[in-house]
């Protein structure tokens, strides 16, 4: 579990980089640091959640450049919920809201339209909703013209994030099983039963393995 905090805490930087590499355009020469005006420097009073730089508004998500990888971040921002969030600079307020966001922003580029049934069964992981979505970034990226290579990467970084997930996802419900258990005592042959069955998802590391 400590390695599952310490990946899962620098993942959004890690995502970004990965499926984003290959996604910057000639004509977008990057800026260095020391060519940025001060006057650039985001307002003090403005809401982190207001300029979340990865999630485009809803009626925008659709046509934008580069819509593979921007779907590939927006799922995994969902995915990752308050992590992501956090890594954002949205406040202990903002960040369920931001996380939900980003999941709207996510099934309303791949659909074209709002369905609160896809984004609750991305939010779930639902495996069915994770392959249909991982069609969707395929298409994407034929559109956006990359190489085969590129978007079987995508489309693996996808599956990986979903599993790595998954497995983190299991884990928490095991440990929370327990905790609610040491709450609210219970007894001691049911308390006993739950933390046997949160030994082996507590300690399942497999799949976020492979995503490293």
Request: aromatic share 4%.
């Amino acid at each position: 579990m400590k390695q599952q905090r310490l990946f899962f805490s620098s993942f959004p930087l890690f995502a970004c980089a990965v499926a984003c590499g290959a996604s910057q355009s000639a004509s977008q020469p990057t800026v260095h640091a020391a060519t940025v005006p001060a006057a650039a420097t985001v307002p003090a009073a403005e809401s982190p959640a207001s300029r979340t730089a990865a999630a485009p508004s809803r009626a925008d998500s659709g046509r934008t450049a580069a819509n593979a990888h921007r779907l590939v971040i927006e799922t995994t921002a969902c995915w990752l919920g308050g992590l992501w969030s956090d890594a954002e600079g949205a406040s202990d307020v903002e960040r369920s809201a931001a996380a939900k966001e980003h999941c709207h922003v996510a099934i309303h580029q791949a659909y074209g339209s709002e369905d609160t049934g896809r984004v609750e069964r991305l939010r779930a992981l639902d495996a069915v909703e994770v392959s249909e979505l991982g069609a969707k970034v395929e298409a994407a990226a034929r559109g956006d013209g990359l190489e085969a290579t590129r978007i079987t990467q995508l489309r693996a970084l996808l599956n990986a994030v979903a599993n790595a997930e998954r497995e983190a996802m299991l884990a928490r419900r095991a440990g929370d099983k327990v905790k609610d258990d040491i709450a609210v005592p219970k007894a001691t042959a049911k308390r006993k039963a739950d933390e046997t069955a949160a030994a082996d998802p507590l300690a399942q590391t497999r799949e976020l393995d492979a995503l490293l």
